[in-house]
């Protein structure tokens, strides 16, 4: 169950591209146990507010907390071992087309920890079937797997260290409506089965109806509102009128 206890704290967040202003000000708390949907129009900053928290890019001002950890401060060892806490599922899955899904699965437990080959293999076994793809899967590429499946594999890395945080970047864009829907079901599962946090960036309508306790709309620079989906449901503001009362969204209320 979420807790009132922040898990990521962004304050007066800026990123900007030579003139271009993406992030003004921009205040996001982010809480222990829930999933939290960010949504906005294009160009609004979705994934370089996911990038800053990631500490993949450094906002030109602002700060970013982590379990209470203020990681621009931290130094390599230190956030090295803080990355450790979280897992990230990058669009498109982001797999490694050169090894199969149980070496893209250990890519962590050789750069982070050190364990014989046997428990490496074991350990790679348990998140490919956590994430509900059969076992033989493990020794498929990229290039043998379907959308989904890729999909799947992608998030079976994200678990590889067992994340307090996991990380999701449009997990759903590409997938048909079942495979869609699957995924949010699997997601829904693993937040309650392993008590994560999640952080998902998705334009998906019926992600954000299906698994996200609070959604974050991102707009004129910063986070305009953040609330339940009654929240959203019941702003006046343009964008956020125009994004959950057409005809995408009537179509995905009706389909709860």
């Known amino acids: 169950m979420p807790t009132a206890t922040p898990i990521i704290e962004v304050r007066g967040l800026v990123n900007a591209f030579e003139d271009n202003v993406i992030h003004r ?27 800053s928290i990631l500490g993949l890019r450094h906002p030109d001002a602002g700060s970013v ?67 509900g793809l059969r076992p033989d899967a493990r020794d498929l590429y990229p290039s043998e797997l379907s959308g989904g499946m890729r999909k799947r594999a992608s998030l079976a890395r994200a678990l590889a260290l067992d994340p307090e945080i996991l990380f999701l970047d449009e997990p759903t864009a590409g997938l048909d409506p079942i495979g869609a829907a699957a995924f949010d079901e699997l997601v829904n599962n693993l937040k309650h089965t392993l008590g994560l946090t999640v952080f998902m960036v998705t ?54």
């Open 25 to 51: 000000n921009l205040d996001l708390t982010v809480r222990r146990g829930e999933v939290i949907g960010i949504v906005g129009g294009s160009g609004t900053g979705k994934s370089v507010l996911l990038r």
């Open 203 to 256: 334009h998906d309508l019926d992600s954000l109806y299906a698994v996200c306790d609070r959604v974050a709309v991102l707009a004129e620079q910063r986070v305009i509102l953040i609330g339940t989906m009654d929240d959203m449901m019941a702003s006046d503001h343009p964008w956020i009128r125009e994004y959950f009362h057409g005809p995408r969204a009537r179509a995905a209320q009706k389909s709860r």
């Open 65 to 131: 907390k982590v379990f209470g950890k203020d990681l621009t401060k931290l130094n390599d060892d230190e956030r090295r071992l803080e990355e450790q806490r979280w897992g990230v599922m990058f669009q498109d899955g982001a797999l490694f087309s050169a090894l199969t899904v149980a070496e893209n699965v250990q890519v962590a437990y050789r750069e982070h920890l050190h364990m014989p080959k046997l428990l490496m293999d074991e350990l790679a076994d348990v998140k490919i079937r956590m994430v």
